[in-house]
């Protein structure tokens, strides 16, 4: 089955600076990839997600890059705020097989102002 | 109410007790899925009901009962339960299994 490694597991930045969070897969016919935030207190909500035929998507100060020859993708948050200050999870799965989402074992972001 | 909502969202219980939670969607999907989230443990799928047929079972104990009455209701009953099982329960659903999830908050179980 698929397995999801995320690093590093805490990160701290000043406000202002960037944020880069990596996950690598196993499963080469995984095809979706969703990254989850989860802010203390609730439960994890949908941020950016990104199919196996582009290499890159953003959305504001967010942005995802893959590569599936290396088998990894990644979060890039820029200007970062107190608010971007949650865990973050990344997930693959093969969507097209509806296959079950594999979560990464997330991030613990700490932006401080 | 919108959205994914769970009770209770605290839950302190014996090993020997049996208690419920309840998760309710109004967002009109047709999949539902309850997740298990452990200190430093990567969020584990527990069941997934698709039109209130459970179309996974992810190796759970039999002390985790799933329950899905129709499709905007889940339920997960507890009994003899562990200290281990103490966690963090995620209720989910989706528009078709695997689509992009919406999460409830959660019910935190504490097991004594």
């Known amino acids: 089955g698929e397995n999801v490694e995320q690093h590093p597991s805490t990160l701290s930045v000043q406000e202002g600076d960037s944020a880069v969070i990596k996950c690598t897969y196993s499963d080469s016919a995984s095809n979706y990839f969703p990254w989850y935030k989860q802010e203390l207190g609730k439960g994890p909500q949908l941020i950016i997600d990104i199919r196996s035929n582009v290499g890159e998507k953003k959305d504001q100060r967010i942005a995802v890059t893959l590569n599936k020859t290396a088998k990894h993708f990644s979060l890039h948050i820029t200007e970062t705020q107190p608010e971007d200050s949650a865990v973050y999870f990344c997930?693959?799965?093969?969507?097209?097989?509806?296959?079950?989402?594999?979560f990464g074992g997330g991030t613990r972001l700490m932006v401080k102002p | 109410e919108t959205g994914v909502t769970q009770t209770p969202r605290h839950l302190v219980m014996g090993m020997t007790n049996k208690k419920s939670l309840k998760c309710e969607q109004h967002?009109?999907?047709?999949?539902m899925y309850w997740y298990k989230q452990s200190a430093k443990k990567p969020l584990e799928l527990m069941f997934v009901y698709s039109l209130e047929e459970r179309v996974e079972n992810n190796s759970v104990p039999s002390r985790f009962s799933p329950e899905c009455p129709n499709s905007s209701h889940l339920f997960l009953h507890l009994h003899t339960l562990q200290p281990e099982d103490s966690a963090l329960y995620l209720c989910a659903s989706s528009q078709d299994t695997f689509r992009e999830l919406f999460f409830g908050e959660g019910s935190r179980l504490t097991v004594l």
């Open positions: 967002l009109g999907h047709n999949a």
């Open positions: 997930a693959a799965s093969n969507n097209n097989a509806g296959n079950m989402l594999t």
